[in-house]
């Protein structure tokens, strides 16, 4: 359906591809490799560890969460490459969604290992990446090293949003995460009971609400405006 030479000008004609250092675009190219999945194929699984880098170049992706709803990637008419899986960069967490194949499609993936030790051989690339995941999440992403700096209850709002927000734009009214997905040392830093504690504040606010171990989000705008902060505040 495509070839190196297309999504190679896909690549070069994307706005965030484009405007990365030519050392990391090179890294990108060199790196990430091409990958076709027939209808229904899994490209990842809810618990695999952090899978790395992917960028949609055709076909749409479907995606299940923990409540067992299941939400489709739109198809990328116009928007080629479509980026996903740079979360995983900041919480080297496991995913916590299903992905397969919605219909057939074409997508690059560069594996999370070669990405991380790339970020740790030269840091200033973070800023880049916080980009990408800064345009989905709809305020800033501060570098790794300073999320912790969060207040505590901006830090869970911050988390979650990361959770719910980080595949972008989908069309679903209620997000669903799993108590178990919190838990990332590197983005949080809280004990359990302060977590629970933050929890129990956002769902006396009805910006949460909580079902066992899963935490429905009912409000994404309200949850930006509690993860906001001098470190995540969009400047205008």
Known sequence: MTNGTQ??????????????????????????????????????????????LYALLDGSIRFGDPGQQCHDLPRPVGKRPYWFGERALFDDQPSALDGFAEGSIILLHMPHAPIRQLLQERPALWRHFCALLGQKLGLVVPLPEQITLLPTVERVAFRLLMLTE??????RSERVVALSSMASQRCLGLSGEVVERVLGELAERNIV????????????????????????????
């Open 7 to 52: 999504w190679s000008s896909w690549l070069l004609n994307d706005r965030w591809f484009t405007e990365l250092p030519a050392s990391l675009q090179d890294s990108l190219l060199s790196g990430m490799q091409q990958r076709r999945f027939t209808s229904g194929r899994t490209v990842f699984e809810r618990g695999q560890p952090a899978t790395g």
């Open 166 to 171: 980080g595949y972008g734009e989908l069309d």
């Open 209 to 236: 609400r909580r079902e066992g171990d899963l935490i429905h989000v009912l409000d994404t705008s309200r949850l930006r405006r509690a993860a906001l902060h001098r470190l995540t505040e969009v400047k205008a």
